[in-house]
């Protein structure tokens, strides 16, 4: 079996915010991140992101945090797109304080990856509907750069 090769799609950049903490629930330690905008460009696509979305971030008992993100893109013609971003981020103790800190940290000393599902009803972007995505993200003090690779 041939293993699926993977093509650049487009890269995001989310303008993000913390909301304050609703703290230790049963599952873990509870984050909800605003996400108030931003911008994507790709090789077939561009356009902005809608403010309004949000991130809920559970960080579990064994300090890995589970990440799901839902926005609104809008293409520069116009179309809309949702995104449902789903992943995992973790590293080094120290490492992940220093982020919570809003601190830069360089991002091969972490892990960010997520899988993010898309959907449009526009005809020029059904690539988005008919394709798996993976992801790799880079957490900035007020922003989040996400590279995002259509699985072929």
């Not at 293409?75 to 982020?99: F, K, S, W, Y």
Request: charged fraction near 20%; aromatic fraction near 10%; include cysteine.
């Amino acid at each position: 079996m041939q293993q699926p090769g993977l093509e650049f799609a487009f890269e995001l950049r989310v303008e993000a915010s913390l909301l304050p903490a609703m703290g230790k629930t049963p599952r873990g330690t509870r984050k909800i991140v605003a996400l108030n905008g931003g911008s994507f460009e790709g090789p077939h696509i561009k356009g902005k992101i809608i403010p309004g979305g949000y991130d809920w971030q559970l960080l579990r008992h064994d300090e890995v945090t589970d990440i799901e993100a839902r926005y609104i893109l809008q293409t520069d013609d116009g179309a809309m797109i949702t995104i449902v971003n789903t992943g995992l981020r973790h590293g080094p103790e120290n490492v992940m304080q220093q982020m919570a800190q809003g601190q830069d940290v360089d991002p091969s000393l972490y892990y960010f990856r997520s899988i993010p599902c898309f959907e449009t009803s526009e005809k020029k972007y059904e690539w988005l509907n008919k394709h798996i995505f993976i992801a790799n993200g880079i957490r900035k003090p007020s922003h989040v750069i996400i590279h995002v690779w259509k699985v072929l």
